[in-house]
């Protein structure tokens, strides 16, 4: 199962593709405030750094390998932070858009999506009684009827081509039961090899529930099915962000923290930057006597191929 008493690993997402500039005046957009607030939260505490790209312009989700590329040599070159590039995108994004960046950088890691699945953002239409862009609401509520895509061909297309193709592994997004046997059966085909990043994600709408059952039920299940052959960690979306992750770095897993999971510092209180919601999961793991890992003990327990082999 997945050992206590280890240094955890704080992962930050710092933009994502969720939230949308009307929701806050502090979600990086540019490349520069990406590269910013990234090397940021790596001086606060985080070891892994997850990053999707956005249009400067008006801040939707691009997947944009060039938009990328004007944010991925400064992260590098001003921290020692494992940078996690995703290939879940946007809503609105082919797989071989999702693709074109990671393949192009060959990252030392990348998400991995662990099953299709609904994702439903529309509940935020209701929150807000205008949008900053056009193309906002029109985003949101594209995803009442849009099914996120990942399917075993999806997986061993991108399995093969970046994961063989570029060295990269993979932080295993697993939203619901059902993905972690979708990752055993890859496991069992010998497609992926231990030691296994597994990002267990509570609260999003079409995944499991924000509930603290749920989380020690995903812990067990992940327990059974790979031993000791992974790391754990988990994030939770919104108000769920701190409690859950807390909760995670007390049964001995790792954490994820970030703008793009969670725009709070508080109850009723936007966050006003990443390393400000990394400072405070830091805080508090280290009052409960947990030390931080640093980028290299990370690259070491996931077994990473190091920043030097990337292509960027």
């Not at 290299?296 to 996931?302: F, Y």
Request: include cysteine.
């Amino acid at each position: 199962m997945a050992q206590a008493n280890k240094k955890v690993i704080i992962t930050c997402a710092v933009t994502g593709s969720i939230h949308t500039p009307t929701m806050t005046p502090h979600l990086p957009i540019t490349p520069k405030q990406i590269a910013d607030e990234s090397v940021a939260a790596a001086k606060a505490g985080a070891a892994i750094i997850h990053l999707h790209a956005r249009d400067p312009k008006d801040g939707r989700p691009t997947p944009d390998p060039k938009v990328f590329m004007e944010f991925l040599p400064a992260i590098r070159d001003n921290c020692d932070a494992v940078i996690n590039i995703t290939t879940g995108g946007g809503h609105n994004m082919t797989v071989q858009d999702r693709l074109a960046a990671p393949l192009q950088v060959k990252p030392e890691m990348c998400s991995f999506n662990m099953g299709s699945m609904n994702f439903g953002l529309f509940p935020n239409l209701d929150k807000y009684k205008q949008f900053q862009y056009d193309w906002e609401p029109q985003y949101l509520e594209a995803s009442r009827d849009f099914i996120f895509r990942n399917t075993f061909k999806d997986m061993e297309y991108m399995l093969k081509h970046l994961g063989e193709g570029c060295g990269t592994r993979f932080e295993f997004e697993c939203y619901d039961v059902g993905h972690l046997y979708n990752l055993a059966h890859l496991l069992d085909r010998k497609l992926v090899k231990p030691p296994l990043f597994v990002q267990t994600i509570f609260g999003i709408l079409g995944g499991i529930g924000p509930d603290p059952d749920n989380l020690m039920h995903m812990r067990s299940i992940a327990n059974k099915l790979f031993g000791d052959g992974y790391e754990w960690s988990v994030l939770a979306a919104g108000r769920h962000q701190m409690a859950l992750t807390t909760m995670a770095g007390i049964c001995g897993g790792n954490v994820r923290v970030g703008l793009e999971d969670s725009i709070y510092a508080g109850k009723g209180k936007l966050a006003t930057s990443n390393a400000e919601q990394v400072s405070k999961i830091r805080r508090i793991l280290e009052e409960l006597s947990l030390e931080i890992a640093t980028p290299m003990e990370a690259r070491q327990r996931l077994a990473l191929k190091g920043m030097e082999k990337v292509g960027f």
